[in-house]
């Protein structure tokens, strides 16, 4: 997916957060999104998902030469943040059931395939409720990663992962993000190294 910024700012009532952040991120391009807490990654990550509307300037987006409608970009990207919830009362099997019955699997894969990925086997049947922050963080990016998107937007993707969970995260990004357009919001270089191309949000404040 391509996605063109045009002066693209975020105000909160009188406090601009970042200003006229503009540019072309390629189709297929691996891009950081870096700054010191509370400097505004997660609004500009959250703008491109479409889920916040700048104070001024456009954001578009086009996959395949095609532009994309608003209403219609949800279908075509993957969001995981620390402030996603996962619905706690369902199983994991019956958590990817459902998400994975409004996003498409990548293809070759299906939910046992994925539940066998996260490791998690052995809790498919367990309410999401029991499990601990690595685990629901282990199944947001799984979510993420297996769903069928061009776009996947990532914020702090780490988040309560351990050295094993980091690795599998590096794992599946080599495996299954290539052609894909991959933006992480983040501070730990653990999280981005792979990105070629960085957007510096103390450039535009």
Request: proline share 6%; aromatic share 8%.
């Amino acid at each position: 997916m391509r996605i063109s910024l045009d002066s693209v700012s975020k105000r909160y009532q009188r406090h601009w957060v970042f200003r006229n952040i503009s540019g072309e991120i390629p189709a297929g391009s691996r891009i950081a999104i870096l700054g010191q807490n509370g400097s505004g990654k997660s609004t500009l990550l959250r703008m491109l998902a479409g889920m916040q509307p700048p104070s001024s300037g456009k954001i578009l987006h086009a996959h395949n030469e095609q532009n994309i409608p608003q209403t219609e970009l949800f279908r075509m990207l993957s969001f995981c943040a620390p402030g996603v919830e996962l619905p706690e009362e369902l199983s994991l099997a019956e958590l990817l059931e459902f998400h994975f019955s409004f996003k498409k699997m990548l293809p070759g894969f299906d939910q046992h395939r994925i539940i066998d990925e996260t490791g998690l086997q052995k809790r498919r049947q367990v309410p999401i409720g029991d499990f601990s922050s690595g685990m629901r963080q282990r199944v947001k990016l799984a979510q993420a990663l297996f769903s069928d998107t061009p776009l996947l937007l990532l914020d702090e993707p780490c988040t309560n992962l351990d050295e094993a969970g980091v690795a599998q995260y590096l794992d599946w990004i080599e495996r299954l993000t290539p052609g894909r357009t991959v933006i992480v919001a983040s501070n730990d270089p653990r999280e981005y190294g792979f990105c070629e191309h960085q957007i510096q949000i103390s450039d535009y404040q």
